[in-house]
């Protein structure tokens, strides 16, 4: 399955980037308020709850007695814009309403995507494995009608392996560069998380690169090839793209967090300088320089031209914080990030290991009761990868590789000599004394 619509890729305005999201938990607001547009529930709209009790996505905090009409204080959060758009899942269940959708969404796409053959997108749109999210028009005329279809992308999930696959991707030429593409995208991001979906794959076309990637895909494909390898087709001329979908972020209010952040952090600016940001210092004078090395590049040399700005002292900056802000900081950053790197490579690697299945994801308890009183501290590669992932668990390679062992001595000792389990183990275990190098570069 792949290429979306060329055309999306073309629509310049209301394309958020996902990737700069808020990594503050969030509740999401439950599904609510069926669509009139038929009886089956499975084709029910949607709609997110503005009202629900989910927790705020602003954190400045305030004392208990602190009053409303404090500084710190933010607005109240405005109404969601998205709660506004009809939009619907739509299924191949063989109720009128629903195929009539399926027959909209099905011109759509050939519509959008002439490449494409007819017969392909009218097999994958009306296949009962698949799924397609609609926005539709709320004009009253247009219900019942291919004119109701404002946008679709059908897909197809994999519950079992916790991703989903995009086949098809477009918007109505009369309704372009207005944003739909960005819409659709994050109302189905925020349908994917009650699915347990957390991963999307598609095959992009050139045309539509430029547009997943406003969206949050990567070509990078972190997933391991071991949940998605034999379930979907490689397609030539097309791009493998993917995009992790997490589960507490409210995808359709993104500007609204960014805003949020930027005002908390202004707050604790202001907070901490006092008065010195409303004291306003005339421009730097010609010959502000003079007798200064302005050439160096040095940390030291940097630190001290930008201490020498008046106002900067002022607002509490200091030679150590200037130079730990243009040295230290950023190799402590640079550092960091490279280790998330290479610790999320040697998960991966190990999780491509056909005998690694048995350690990909914790053991239910709820099955197998009697687990906890013989492995004390359980682990696993999903639970690894979510440490990883959080950026505070593991400071070196050696103590990923510590827990690595610590999981196959786990399986050793419960299951004992003599089962697949064990022999996985043993199987594991040679594998990661032959890449043990690895976790000590």
Same mark, same amino acid.
């Given at each position: 399955m792949w290429q979306s619509s060329a055309t999306?890729?073309?629509?310049?305005? +209301?394309?958020? =980037?996902?990737?700069?999201?808020?990594?503050?938990?969030?509740?999401?607001?439950?599904?609510?308020?069926? =669509?009139?547009?038929?009886?089956?529930?499975?084709?029910?709209? @949607?709609?997110? +709850?503005?009202?629900?009790?989910?927790?705020?996505?602003?954190?400045?905090?305030s004392s208990p007695n602190t009053s409303t009409t404090t500084p710190n204080k933010l607005p109240p959060r405005p109404p969601n814009t998205y709660d506004n758009i009809r939009r619907a899942i739509v299924i191949n269940d063989g109720t009128r309403t629903n195929l009539i959708r399926l027959i909209g969404l099905k011109s759509l796409f050939a519509r959008q995507l002439p490449k494409m053959p007819k017969e392909y997108i009218a097999r994958l749109v009306f296949d009962r494995r698949h799924k397609s999210l609609a926005i539709l028009s709320s004009d009253p005329e247009k219900k019942e009608c291919d004119d109701e279809i404002i946008g679709g992308i059908c897909y197809r999930a994999y519950p079992e392996m916790r991703f989903a696959e995009i086949a098809f991707c477009a918007v109505s030429a009369s309704q372009q560069v207005k944003g739909y593409g960005t819409k659709l995208m994050n109302l189905l991001k925020m349908h994917a998380v009650t699915e347990g979906i957390e991963f999307f794959i598609t095959y992009a076309d050139n045309y539509a690169i430029g547009y997943f990637k406003k969206q949050g895909f990567t070509k990078a494909v972190s997933m391991p090839k071991g949940r998605y390898q034999g379930l979907i087709k490689d397609y030539d001329g097309g791009t493998i793209m993917e995009c992790y979908v997490h589960p507490t972020i409210d995808f359709t209010r993104v500007p609204e967090m960014i805003q949020a952040q930027k005002q908390f952090i202004l707050q604790r600016i202001r907070a901490g300088t006092a008065k010195s940001d409303k004291v306003v210092y005339p421009p730097l004078p010609p010959d502000f320089y003079a007798g200064q090395d302005v050439k160096s590049r040095a940390e030291k040399g940097a630190?001290?031209?930008?201490?020498?700005?008046?106002?900067?002292?002022?607002a509490g900056w200091t030679m150590a914080d200037l130079m730990a802000s243009t040295r230290d900081a950023k190799d402590s950053d640079k550092k960091k990030h490279q280790l998330k790197s290479d610790l999320l490579a040697l998960v991966s690697k190990v999780q491509d290991q056909q005998y690694s299945w048995c350690f990909r994801d914790p053991v239910d308890t709820n099955e197998v009761k009697d687990y906890l009183d013989v492995v004390d501290d359980p682990i696993d590669l999903k639970t690894m990868e979510?440490?990883?992932?959080?950026? =505070?668990?593991?400071?070196?390679?050696?103590?990923? @590789?510590?827990?690595?062992?610590k999981m196959v001595n786990n399986c050793k000792l419960y299951n004992g000599e003599g089962n697949t389990y064990y022999d996985c183990a043993v199987s594991l275990e040679k594998y990661l004394a032959s890449i043990s190098p690895m976790f000590t570069e």
């Open positions: 999306l890729s073309k629509s310049k305005s +209301n394309m958020s =980037d996902v990737e700069i999201l808020s990594s503050k938990k969030r509740k999401l607001s439950p599904v609510a308020k069926a =669509d009139e547009g038929g009886p089956s529930s499975s084709s029910s709209a @949607f709609h997110q +709850n503005s009202s629900s009790p989910s927790s705020s996505t602003h954190h400045a905090a630190a001290e031209r930008a201490l020498a700005i008046p106002g900067v002292s002022e979510k440490r990883i992932r959080r950026g =505070d668990w593991y400071k070196t390679k050696h103590m990923l @590789f510590s827990d690595m062992m």
